[in-house]
């Protein structure tokens, strides 16, 4: 596939913080700090978003057209902040889909299943 493909599957497998952004921004637009609060809440247990690690993911994801960029929600704060919203796009929504159905089918894999159900 050229590189400015659509196809999904040249951007797996994600790192999970990867997944962790699109799969956020999948269910509704938030702000930087917004993605790093609400991924501490959704994925517990799981490697934490920092802001620097999160705009560096967030500028790569814009370049690849994962996300983009919208305008503030009305019920955004009204404050004199100047918070930069983020939406995915379909093509980062496919992405995430895809690496989702990768996720389930290694989970439910034969191999994995004994792994985690064997006490050893």
Do not use: C, W
């Not at 496919?94 to 050893?120: G, K, M, N, Y």
């Amino acid at each position: 596939m050229p590189p400015g493909s659509s196809d999904p599957g040249r951007f797996l497998p994600l790192t999970p913080l990867d997944f962790q952004v699109l799969t956020l921004l999948a269910s509704r637009e938030l702000h930087g700090y917004g993605i790093v609060q609400s991924a501490g809440e959704a994925f517990p247990g799981q490697p934490s978003l920092d802001l620097g690690s999160l705009y560096r993911i967030i500028s790569r994801m814009l370049a690849e057209r994962l996300i983009h960029e919208v305008k503030a929600p009305g019920d955004a704060p009204a404050d004199k902040r100047v918070r930069r919203y983020y939406a995915v796009t379909n093509l980062g929504r496919a992405v995430a889909r895809a690496e989702a159905a990768r996720l389930r089918a290694l989970l439910a894999s034969p191999a994995t299943l004994i792994l985690l159900e064997s006490p050893r």
